[in-house]
């Protein structure tokens, strides 16, 4: 069973920094998509960055340049690093994975799985809160 575990939120000033990270047990596919994902309060859950089993990498343009995604395969952990925090990324973050998943741009992932959605990736984190506020 596909397990995913965040964890690294917390409470930081305009202009801080915050790295996530996303253990991921029972996940043996060596194709995939992972992604982090956020939702803010009364707001639609939308794409950050994603990453792919080739190496392929996209951002969300709100996050370019200040957000890098990572994946450490040795310890099975997926990071998300965020610098220059703005009180716009206050949200709830989740990770996701899916082995059947393909690279959007945005910072997308989806999955090819059949009668489902685009966005129903196959397994999520519980999620871990970033709060932007001085």
């Known amino acids: 069973q596909v397990q995913l575990v965040e964890s690294g939120g917390g409470s930081v000033k305009p202009g801080g920094s915050l790295r996530l990270s996303c253990v991921v047990s029972?996940?043996?596919?060596?194709?995939?998509?992972m992604g982090w994902f956020r939702q803010a309060p009364g707001k639609e859950r939308e794409g950050v960055a994603a990453?792919?089993?080739?190496?392929?990498?996209t951002y969300a343009d709100s996050v370019k340049g200040r957000f890098t995604i990572s994946l450490d395969n040795a310890k099975n952990t997926l990071y998300l690093q965020m610098n220059s925090l703005k009180p716009e990324d206050t949200a709830m973050y989740y990770c996701?994975?899916?082995?059947?998943?393909?690279?959007?741009?945005?910072?997308?992932?989806?999955?090819?799985?059949?009668?489902?959605?685009?966005?129903?990736?196959?397994?999520w984190g519980q999620g871990t809160l970033v709060t932007v506020s001085s």
């Open positions: 029972g996940y043996a596919y060596s194709s995939y998509c």
């Open positions: 996701a994975a899916d082995h059947v998943g393909y690279l959007g741009s945005g910072g997308y992932c989806y999955t090819a799985r059949p009668a489902r959605p685009a966005n129903a990736l196959d397994a």
């Open positions: 990453i792919d089993s080739d190496g392929s990498i």
